[in-house]
């Protein structure tokens, strides 16, 4: 899987948007992860690689909860 960030040359600049601002900005995004704000639908494996390649400055991903399989994203 490839995240489509990773050779986009408005990395530098969605680097420093809200996580949701990103998808509201970026119709590749979207197409990328459709579920963006729905924890229970949301592709994990997806926005982990987002967060790795896009290195954001306003949010992060934290465990939602003891079983691992949900994650939430908090603002810096």
Wanted: glycine letters at 0%; one cysteine or more.
């Amino acid at each position: 899987m490839i995240c489509p960030c990773e050779n986009c040359i408005c990395m530098s600049i969605c680097r420093h948007k809200r996580y949701l601002v990103l998808f509201e900005d970026c119709t590749i995004l979207k197409k990328f992860e459709s579920n963006p704000n729905i924890i229970e639908h949301r592709l994990n494996e997806k926005i982990i690689l987002l967060e790795k390649v896009l290195q954001p400055s306003k949010w992060f991903i934290k465990t939602y909860h003891e079983s691992n399989d949900l994650l939430r994203i908090e603002s810096k």
